[in-house]
């Protein structure tokens, strides 16, 4: 039997999640079984197994390549001179997640689950405490061009899940709220930003 490359087998784990992102949009996370997965891939019961023994795991590579894809872009942006500002790194995070994911309502459907899931909410708090140390580090250095280093750090890690908060408030209100202006938003996000 030839050898499984470890570039077959991370190939094969996405197509498998994009199988489940589908479901889960078309059906909602809760309503979807590994069944339907099965079925939306194409592979054999034995071949999803082989690499996910549930929904959850399939979430949880599905986050955290959304999540690696925008750390990826913030840290790009970090190197940038001048520095996006605040404002500028929420659009990049909002354009992204829009971008990467099949459907944004599967995120609060998601969110949704987490006080009732115990394995979502930790990957939720884990997925929380990296959000919040990428934009603590992102601020910091936004404001060490104008702050000593210790007075940028602590300002950053006041204002870091207020960030994490407007860049949710997007998302949230893109589906909850019909005619939500998103352009606006992110207009309004950058204004504030460069106002503080």
Not at 9 to 20: C, G, K, P, T
Not at 44 to 69: C, N, P, Q, R, V
Not at 101 to 110: A, E
Not at 183 to 196: I, K, R, T, W
């Amino acid at each position: 039997m030839p050898k499984v490359t470890e570039e077959y087998r991370v190939a094969r784990r996405h197509e498998i999640a994009q199988a489940a992102l589908r479901c889960f949009a078309r059906n909602g996370f809760a309503a979807t079984s590994m069944a339907d997965i099965i079925a939306e891939s194409g592979l054999s019961a034995g071949a999803i197994y082989g690499h996910f023994t549930s929904k959850d795991e399939l979430m949880e590579l599905t986050a955290s390549e959304i999540l690696d894809a925008r750390f990826l872009e913030v840290a790009e942006a970090r190197a940038q001179q001048p520095l996006p500002t605040p404002g500028e790194i929420v659009r990049l995070l909002v354009t992204g997640l829009m971008t990467h994911i099949v459907d944004i309502q599967l995120l609060v459907q998601v969110w949704g689950q987490v006080p009732i899931n115990p394995r979502l909410k930790q990957m939720s708090s884990e997925i929380g405490a990296r959000i919040r140390a990428m934009f603590t580090g992102y601020l910091t250095d936004w404001h060490a061009q104008t702050l000593r280093l210790d007075e940028a750090h602590a300002l950053a890690e006041r204002q870091a899940p207020v960030y994490m908060g407007l860049v949710q408030g997007y998302v949230t209100q893109t589906v909850l709220f019909d005619g939500f202006d998103g352009e606006g938003y992110l207009d309004a996000v950058e204004s504030m930003s460069l106002a503080g």
